[in-house]
């Protein structure tokens, strides 16, 4: 049995190593001798809706192959539910990518999220390659399609931000989502109440809930601010890309949806939309084709049978 299987693992039967994160509802925990594994251990567990985890489990296992591989590849799911005899305590998921952690001068390892591209570099973390303004498109982009198929398979992501998505430059511009947990199924509850991040919460949507309508707004602030450089832009204000990050097209397109992003909820644009506008070509100018010229014969010069005629061209 492994955690890919989905199956329930008991608390007890887990080797727990160092401490790899720490965050508002638990901490993670390297677990020995299961390869790339964590856990993830809840503070509350009380408060967990277990059937709710066990859903985002299932879901995994049915997709066919290459979606659970990508899924994997994308996100740090979780694969099976970890108890306390019956109690739900937490859960196993897989590490993310080694290319989407980096080390301190110190040689402490860091993961690799969303903050360092929303500002200018600084010495401190200089080993974090900045990416070229083609890049950082490929980037916005790898975003869209990653939030597109979750929304597309009736999921809503709650709480996006900048500390729940990683990026790498390598081998591709690729990204990898954290905090999985919180996702949830349309009509279902979430596993734990619903949080959210300071500076990226929707102003139109009630504390505490969360739909695709203000998934979408989430993802126009993470797609606008990873353009722009700019971890405070927000709809309502201008956007102003990074220097060669976008053609005239692009912007035009991208600079309509992040208008329309700013307006009435259920109005916002959707992930497609904004796939489109990034990947969207010039226009090619095409000169228009000249009709071939037909030939004309002049009849006149013509003496008899066997005389030579004129033949010109005419437009």
Known sequence: MTAGDGADQQYAQLRLLDKAGDGGQGEVHVVAGQGRLLYKGYREPHKVDGAALAALV????????ADRERLDREAAWPLCRVLDGS????????RAPNPMTWATSKGDSRLIDLSYLL????PAWSAVVQPAPQARRALAIALTEAIGRLHAAGLVLGDLSQSNVLWTL???PSVFLLDCDGIRLVGRAPVLPQAD???????LASPGTAT?????YKAALMIGRVLARDAY????KPLIPVTGVLDARREEAVRRLWDQAGGPAGGRPDLG???NALTARETIKLVAARPEPRPVVDRSKFDGRRSRGTISFRD
């Open 58 to 65: 299932s879901y995994r296992l049915r997709l066919q192959e």
């Open 87 to 94: 109690r739900v305590t937490g859960f196993l998921m897989n």
């Open 119 to 122: 500002r200018e570099a600084k």
């Open 170 to 172: 390598d081998p591709v």
């Open 197 to 203: 991040t300071p500076d990226w919460h929707d102003p």
């Open 212 to 216: 695709v309508d203000s998934d979408r």
């Open 233 to 236: 832009a927000r709809p309502g």
């Open 273 to 275: 939309q904004w796939r």
